[in-house]
């Protein structure tokens, strides 16, 4: 017969997340022990929902207090414990069922909890193993204010591993902005130091916090505290070295970063996200050879041992990756394919490797029929993916035929607003301004609203109506827009003026300016894909409107991209003999014969 289990949880003004964690684990436990710590939201209603009982606990910045009082109130065989921000991983309820059929009372089982960092459902997730089930009544209780530890002084119990992911929400963007979280815990952290300012679990910890909210220099000196005299065995060791490593590696201290994955990998020989950190520091190094040593062997080791897991993926999609790119940019194509079709195999709904697989067969100078095909073949829910399908060619330059998909999606679904203006960018490159122009289905308070109306201005002015062009660039007040719109906003502006016979004005003599050359440049390669030549020579003139050097050798680059060799080889040499300004990519145009 399976053990009854007791969720324990405390809360604070979790109404957001609180349903998706109950919904995830209510047929799992026999009774759910809430402590609210002092909500002034629905937190509270929403868990009584769910059938919890709900006790009260005045918050006294000691997050150990408030677990200990969840674990008086549980009345069951076994206590999980959660937070508000978890979700119980859907597939692994069926090993939890398992699990708790034969439960040893002297275990303490340990799930792995993968948290997303900066925006829900990415791939950029750190792992850990955090104690989630154990005895009741068998002498457990937590230790410490924050980042509280589970001990046990009455019974002498082991951990272990169980291959069960609970997924952990709490450091995603919205939750840390909008519960404080960051000053919370280093105020916690700052009066822990001064009580015990030997304990150096404490400036790991605050090293963290500061990592997290991008004072790496802070961090970094808090963690060589924490680091001082290093004993490789305790539980945070491992991450202390690796948040050492980023760090450095944050901070363009390379050969320091390498020397701390020397000292990693002689006290963990198969810590994977080591060499996968040392990979990346090889391909920025342009060392792609020591690079690609690095990734295999992460591949190599395969099964990282629990203890060490923190990047996710870096033993298997995430080092297929990193070895896919690493081959595109030798251009070695048949070997990038390899290692793009073993990624997406590591992973199948990680799909970014379908973008260098689309540009190998365009390379390749795939017929359009197959080159469809191929991609069409990574896909099997239509027409839902119609749109990413569509994004992949229109990223290849492939207009066209990016619009056929979202035609196809518009054929069994109303577009929604951000796929309108995706189709009026497909539109204007594709040679179509005229249906650009008709359309009117983006409404003024879209954020694409402003982006889709520089779209008009330029079918306007491709069109020989710079009187619509003007009257569309009127609607907008400056002092409403953001720095980055009004920036866009004044070079349209300019461009009108250059095709009504206006006079312009100076955009930017900021040299490091890069904005206005951004916009600049979007409106010189649609001209330029429209084979609007003389219109192009015109536009040419708000180079003169700003100072940014590097403008040349984009030119030239713009001309090469779409087949003027002789062009871009004109450019490029002024760009040396007027600004001294040159990269790798127009040294290779250059060396075209």
């Not at 015990?196 to 990592?211: A, R, S, W």
């Not at 251009?331 to 990038?336: C, G, L, M, W």
């Not at 709904?349 to 379908?354: A, I, W």
Request: aromatic share 14%; with cysteine; net charge neutral.
């Amino acid at each position: 017969m399976a053990n009854e289990i007791s969720l324990c949880m405390i809360v604070k003004n979790e109404e957001k997340d609180i349903p998706r964690c109950l919904e995830s684990v209510k047929d799992l436990v026999d009774e759910m022990i809430i402590v609210d710590t002092g909500s002034s939201d629905k937190t509270v209603e929403i868990a009584k929902k769910y059938g919890a009982k709900v006790y009260y606990f005045e918050w006294c910045d000691d997050f150990s207090a408030a677990r200990n009082e969840s674990l008086k109130y549980a009345t069951k065989d076994w206590i999980l414990i959660m937070d508000a921000d978890d979700e119980f991983f859907s597939e692994d309820k069926e090993k939890f069922k398992k699990l708790i059929k034969n439960l040893d009372d002297n275990i303490l089982y340990c799930f792995e909890t993968l948290s997303y960092i900066g925006i829900e459902k990415n791939i950029n997730i750190n792992i850990n193993l955090n104690p989630r089930l154990f005895k009741n009544n068998y002498g457990y209780h937590y230790e410490g204010e924050i980042h509280n530890q589970l001990a046990n002084t009455n019974s002498l119990v082991r951990a272990k591993q169980e291959s069960i992911r609970i997924y952990h929400y709490g450091y995603v963007n919205t939750n840390i902005i909008g519960k404080n979280k960051r000053k919370r815990n280093m105020s916690i952290l700052k009066k822990l130091i001064k009580k015990e300012p030997e304990n150096k679990f404490h400036y790991f910890n605050l090293g963290h916090e500061y990592y997290c909210l991008y004072e790496k220099e802070k961090a970094l000196e808090c963690y060589y505290k924490a680091y001082k005299g290093f004993t490789p065995y305790l539980g945070y060791s491992p991450k202390l070295l690796e948040r050492i490593i980023l760090t450095n590696y944050d901070l363009k201290c390379f050969d320091k970063a390498l020397e701390f994955i020397n000292i990693g990998l002689d006290y963990y020989p198969d810590f994977t996200d080591l060499y996968y950190i040392r990979g990346i520091i090889y391909n920025e190094q342009n060392k792609p050879t020591l690079a690609i040593k690095s990734f295999k062997k992460c591949i190599q080791i395969a099964e990282t041992p629990a203890f060490l897991k923190s990047i996710y993926g870096t033993e298997g999609f995430r080092s297929l990756d990193e070895l896919s790119r690493i081959y595109m940019n030798l251009k070695d194509y048949d070997t990038a394919y390899k290692y793009c079709i073993e990624t997406i195999k590591s992973k199948p709904d990680y799909l970014l490797p379908l973008y260098n697989i689309a540009h190998i067969l365009k390379e390749k100078n795939t017929p359009i029929g197959e080159f469809k095909n191929k991609i069409e073949g990574f896909f099997t829910d239509f027409p839902r993916e119609y749109p990413f399908i569509a994004d992949i060619f229109y990223n290849e330059g492939y207009y066209k035929t990016a619009l056929e998909y979202i035609e196809k999606f518009e054929e069994k679904k109303e577009l929604p607003q951000e796929l309108i203006f995706f189709k009026a960018k497909c539109l204007v490159r594709a040679g179509r301004v005229d249906e650009c122009i008709k359309i009117d289905s983006i409404s003024e308070d879209s954020l694409f609203y402003l982006q889709f109306s520089m779209y008009k201005v330029i079918c306007f002015i491709i069109t020989d109506k710079c009187d619509l062009a003007l009257l569309t660039l009127n609607q907008f007040n400056d002092s409403n827009l953001s720095d980055y719109d009004r920036k866009k906003l004044q070079v349209y502006k300019q461009l009108v003026n250059l095709f009504a016979n206006r006079q312009t004005f100076i955009l930017c003599e900021d040299e490091n300016e890069k904005y206005y050359t951004a916009f600049i440049f979007e409106i010189y390669e649609i001209l330029l894909i429209n084979k609007k030549f003389d219109k192009f020579e015109k536009a040419l003139s708000l180079l003169n409107l700003i100072s940014d050097k590097s403008v040349l050798t984009q030119l030239g680059k713009l001309y090469y991209k779409y087949g003027y060799i002789d062009m871009a080889k004109k450019e490029i040499i002024r760009s040396i003999k007027m600004f001294e300004v040159m990269d790798v990519e127009g040294l290779d145009i250059l060396k075209i014969s």
